[in-house]
């Protein structure tokens, strides 16, 4: 990076994620251009110091470092080929992308971007929202070593894992494996609720003893509570998860590797989200049980042929 120690950012993207983690890079001192196509997204940040920008290619053009946090690859791929990364950012400089997004598409920015001298990094996040709040996400780095090493100060600021995982790609490949863990192990502790109610057991009592044992897991000691409560709120959304999914599902299409439970447990988030769950929190997986096991009839109908 240039002699300056804060070099020139950009940030596109400021959306739950992105306001967050572009906050604290202003805050730490960074001069940091903003843009969204929410211009009140932008504006907020602007009231935090952030450089507000009308457009990708004004945001870009004198940027050393590019981050986005967008909602999925083709929104990545618009700011890359449509609006301006390409084109307007200096050479040399480094676009980072921490959306959660497709494997392969990330592959072809990068090397399109190589072309013109730009190095692209794939930093996807773990941690959601409060992951991001307190600065604490932990994010997984594809592609080139050198990049990596010139950008490592600047994603320390956003989070406190921060782990250099390979080619391009890699960090995608590594967050969308950690999803399909994250999806089947609510899978399952759906199934363990769902079974434990029919059978009339404490669903406190049951979640405290698995938790202490081998079945004990994140989901189960975070969204456990939340299922028995019957508390849907966000949380990381259904909807961000099924699209997380069908990502999983589309680089095991093309690498010919078989997932049944990814398969099966994606069906259940498609029928989540098509009972209006959609931007209610994973734990809302636990509604497509309620549904299996007559638990949504209303008192009245249950029983009624
Ligand atoms: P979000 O929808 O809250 O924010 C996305 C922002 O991008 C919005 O402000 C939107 O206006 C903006 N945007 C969309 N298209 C744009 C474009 N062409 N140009 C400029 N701005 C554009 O999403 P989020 O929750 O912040 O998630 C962002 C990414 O991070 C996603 O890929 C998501 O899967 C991933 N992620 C989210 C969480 C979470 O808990 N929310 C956790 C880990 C990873």
Same mark, same amino acid.
């Given at each position: 990076m240039s002699s300056n120690t804060f070099p020139k950012l950009a940030f596109i993207g400021l959306g739950v994620m992105g306001r967050e983690m572009a906050g604290h890079l202003i805050a730490a001192g960074y001069p940091v251009r903003v843009f969204d196509i929410s211009s009140d997204a932008v504006k907020s940040l602007a009231e935090k110091g952030g450089i507000a920008s009308s457009s990708v290619a004004e945001a870009v053009a004198d940027a050393e470092i590019t981050i986005s946090m967008l909602p999925n690859t083709p929104q990545v791929e618009d700011v890359v080929y449509?609006?301006?990364?390409?084109?307007?950012m200096p050479r040399g400089g480094i676009f980072i992308d921490m959306s959660t997004i497709s494997p392969e598409a990330t592959r072809s920015m990068a090397d399109h971007l190589s072309e013109k001298s730009i190095s692209m990094l794939d930093g996807p996040v773990s941690g959601g929202p409060i992951g991001a709040k307190n600065a604490a996400l932990s994010i997984m780095v594809g592609g080139e070593r050198s990049a990596f090493d010139r950008a490592e100060t600047v994603l320390k600021v956003m989070g406190t894992t921060i782990t250099?995982? =390979?080619?391009? =790609?890699a960090g995608q490949t590594v967050k969308l494996c950690n999803q399909l863990v994250c999806a089947v192990n609510i899978q399952a502790v759906c199934e363990a609720l769902a079974l434990g109610r029919a059978s009339g057991v404490d669903l406190e009592q049951m979640r405290d003893v698995l938790l202490g044992g081998s079945a004990s897991s994140w989901m189960l000691e975070k969204l456990g509570p939340a299922m028995i409560a019957g508390d849907a709120s966000a949380g990381f959304r259904i909807d961000l998860m099924l699209k997380d999914l069908r990502l999983v599902l589309e680089m095991a299409g093309q690498k010919d590797v078989p997932l049944p439970a990814t398969s099966l447990v994606t069906s259940q988030y498609v029928e989540a989200r098509a009972h209006g769950e959609g931007s209610n929190g994973n734990q809302a997986l636990f509604k497509v049980y309620d549904r299996m096991t007559g638990q949504d009839v209303p008192v009245a109908m249950a029983g009624h042929p």
């Amino acid at each position: 990076m240039s002699s300056n120690t804060f070099p020139k950012l950009a940030f596109i993207g400021l959306g739950v994620m992105g306001r967050e983690m572009a906050g604290h890079l202003i805050a730490a001192g960074y001069p940091v251009r903003v843009f969204d196509i929410s211009s009140d997204a932008v504006k907020s940040l602007a009231e935090k110091g952030g450089i507000a920008s009308s457009s990708v290619a004004e945001a870009v053009a004198d940027a050393e470092i590019t981050i986005s946090m967008l909602p999925n690859t083709p929104q990545v791929e618009d700011v890359v080929y449509r609006d301006g990364v390409l084109k307007h950012m200096p050479r040399g400089g480094i676009f980072i992308d921490m959306s959660t997004i497709s494997p392969e598409a990330t592959r072809s920015m990068a090397d399109h971007l190589s072309e013109k001298s730009i190095s692209m990094l794939d930093g996807p996040v773990s941690g959601g929202p409060i992951g991001a709040k307190n600065a604490a996400l932990s994010i997984m780095v594809g592609g080139e070593r050198s990049a990596f090493d010139r950008a490592e100060t600047v994603l320390k600021v956003m989070g406190t894992t921060i782990t250099y995982v =390979g080619a391009p =790609g890699a960090g995608q490949t590594v967050k969308l494996c950690n999803q399909l863990v994250c999806a089947v192990n609510i899978q399952a502790v759906c199934e363990a609720l769902a079974l434990g109610r029919a059978s009339g057991v404490d669903l406190e009592q049951m979640r405290d003893v698995l938790l202490g044992g081998s079945a004990s897991s994140w989901m189960l000691e975070k969204l456990g509570p939340a299922m028995i409560a019957g508390d849907a709120s966000a949380g990381f959304r259904i909807d961000l998860m099924l699209k997380d999914l069908r990502l999983v599902l589309e680089m095991a299409g093309q690498k010919d590797v078989p997932l049944p439970a990814t398969s099966l447990v994606t069906s259940q988030y498609v029928e989540a989200r098509a009972h209006g769950e959609g931007s209610n929190g994973n734990q809302a997986l636990f509604k497509v049980y309620d549904r299996m096991t007559g638990q949504d009839v209303p008192v009245a109908m249950a029983g009624h042929p």
